[in-house]
């Protein structure tokens, strides 16, 4: 395969090593950056794993493995993406975190280059107010995990430029996937249409439709989801489930976004999901 460019990717948790891996498995050269060695390495061998895993069940073959960790190159000091002409930010969901770390990245590029975040919450006009070129600031919202799921929501701001938006659809696409343009509107879609669907299936608990193996397998079979909305909410976490329902909330000003007390109750008692051991079901068993 043709070596490409090269794309930073900043965060080495479970976006950025799904990102890191799908990117140099489609060819591209990638610097692998977060600010200490030892995630850096963690993250490596994440990847590691997870190609092995590909390897093990024959849809990889060894060099294919050993091509795609040559291309990745692990660092620390934030200087080493000077060459990137593509970075794709997968930091912590944290807005003051992600405004210092991303004027670093935009102080060290050059003016052609794109910075993209990868923020599932956070709103792409504000960060890209941070920035000195926010025509060249894009939203870019990857799927977990990473190297299976098909969509990208491409999230334009208010100052992102038509050249901007066709460059990530572009790289998107290179990396098999399916890039779609959404507004700048807190939940993007997917997270705006599933959550409240979760935060409905728990109502419906509360009011004692169903239990939560009903509630799942009516939505199983009555609509051909794979996984049912309390096990998908026990699966991202119930924490995280309770942080967005109540952005989405403290953004729209609208009370159907509000968390239910099934949720809330289970997040104040550590009940955070598979996680934990138990969230609406119990995986201690
Ligand atoms: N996990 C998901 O399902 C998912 C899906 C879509 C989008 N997102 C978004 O992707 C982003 C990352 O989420 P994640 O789940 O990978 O989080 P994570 O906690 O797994 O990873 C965050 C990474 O950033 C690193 N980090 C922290 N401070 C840093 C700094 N100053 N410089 C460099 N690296 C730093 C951490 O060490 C860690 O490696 C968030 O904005 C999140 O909202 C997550």
């Known amino acids: 395969m043709a070596q490409r460019h090269t794309i930073g990717i900043v965060g080495t948790g479970t976006m950025g090593q799904g990102l890191a891996q799908t990117a140099a498995q489609s ?3 990638v610097v692998f950056q977060n600010r200490r060695q030892e995630s850096v390495d963690r993250g490596l061998e994440a990847i590691r794993k997870n190609l092995e895993r590909l390897v093990s069940k024959q849809k990889l073959t060894e060099t294919e493995m050993s091509d795609t960790l040559e291309r990745i ?5 934030i200087e080493e993406l000077k060459g990137c002409e593509r970075v794709i930010e997968c930091a912590p969901e ?3 975190l992600k405004r210092d770390l991303l004027q670093k990245i935009d102080a060290i590029v050059s003016d052609e280059a794109i910075i993209a975040t990868n923020t599932s919450s ?8 941070y920035l000195r070129r926010p025509a060249h600031f894009v939203g870019l919202h990857f799927f977990n995990p990473v190297p299976l799921m098909k969509l990208v929501e491409v999230v334009r701001g208010m100052r992102t430029s038509d050249s901007t938006v066709a460059a990530v659809r572009g790289l998107a696409e290179s990396f098999g996937k399916v890039p779609i343009d959404v507004k700048d509107s807190p939940g993007f879609v997917v997270n705006r249409v599933l959550f409240p669907m979760i935060n409905e299936a728990a109502f419906t608990l509360q009011q004692g439709v169903a239990s939560p193996e009903a509630i799942d397998e009516c939505m199983k079979l009555g609509c051909n989801h ?6 998908l909410a026990d699966l991202v976490g119930l924490d995280v489930v309770f942080a967005i329902l109540e952005s989405l909330y403290r953004e729209y000003g609208e009370p159907r976004y509000a968390p239910c007390l099934e949720i809330k109750k289970r997040v104040e008692a550590g009940w955070l999901g598979r996680k934990s051991g138990r969230g609406f079901y119990n995986y201690e068993a």
Do not use: C, F, M
């Open 27 to 29: 060819g591209y050269a």
């Open 73 to 77: 190159r692990g660092v620390v000091p």
């Open 94 to 96: 944290d807005l003051e």
């Open 122 to 129: 956070l709103s792409i006009t504000k960060l890209a107010s």
């Open 226 to 231: 794979p996984l049912g909305p309390l096990a």
